[in-house]
């Protein structure tokens, strides 16, 4: 841990049990997946070995999260808000469960949705992600649960010669749009040209969140050259 570290840990506003709210937001969807509170102690040996720390108010004591369960919180980088009362832990989830229920995020209750209410069996909705996210969420759901006239099930049917077309005459489409300088259009072609670039990564068994990771790992290079600079 740096002194820079320490010297903000010491502005922080802890409460009068010495605690303060840590949300836990994957880093590439941001997805929030939990909170819970840390203490000056959780967040130092967060900070000294890379993995998440909690305080448990209920056993009163450090909780490395994981450590039975083998979901371990991998740190990537700390955020405060304007107050200095509320921190954000930008982490990658282990084996991408964090609810102690099984569930990808513990905020998978809605309010007037919750279909699981009265039943012994939980509904898990999914967390709340960017669109492209969520999109590729919903391709993922009809591949494996193809629905009847579902444009996506018949793209996917087809083959791959079809999608690829798609993705041609889309990108073509794009283009245009940008030729002729009409930003609505542009949005709506964007957004057509995206669909079917993740319909073909679909077909090919290749993930959002593998791109998500190519696009943080050449921001994050970018970042180290120029601070070499």
């Not at 009362?85 to 469960?97: K, L, N, R, T, Y």
């Amino acid at each position: 841990m740096t002194q820079l570290s320490q010297e903000i840990i010491e502005t922080l506003r802890f409460n009068e049990k010495g605690l303060i709210p840590a949300i836990a937001q994957d880093y590439l969807d941001g997805a929030i997946l939990m909170m819970a509170w840390v203490n000056k102690t959780a967040l130092k040996e967060t900070l000294k070995t890379g993995e998440i720390h909690y305080w448990s108010r209920s056993r009163q004591k450090l909780w490395h999260k994981g450590e039975t369960s083998g979901h371990f919180q991998k740190l990537k980088s700390i955020r405060y808000d304007c107050d200095s009362d509320a921190i954000i832990f930008s982490i990658e989830q282990v084996g991408s469960i964090a609810c102690h229920e099984g569930a990808r995020s513990c905020f998978f209750k809605d309010f007037g949705k919750d279909s699981s209410l009265g039943s012994d069996k939980p509904t898990f909705l999914p967390p709340l992600t960017n669109s492209c996210s969520e999109l590729f969420q919903t391709i993922k759901e009809r591949s494996n649960n193809p629905q009847p006239g579902s444009y996506t099930n018949s793209l996917l049917e087809s083959g791959e010669n079809r999608i690829l077309k798609k993705i041609g005459e889309e990108g073509s489409e794009f283009v245009m749009a940008c030729k002729d300088n009409d930003p609505k259009s542009i949005a709506n072609e964007a957004a057509d040209l995206i669909f079917h670039l993740q319909v073909a990564l679909r077909y090919h068994n290749v993930d959002w969140r593998d791109v998500l990771e190519v696009l943080d790992s050449r921001r994050n290079s970018k970042r180290n050259n120029s601070q070499k600079k």
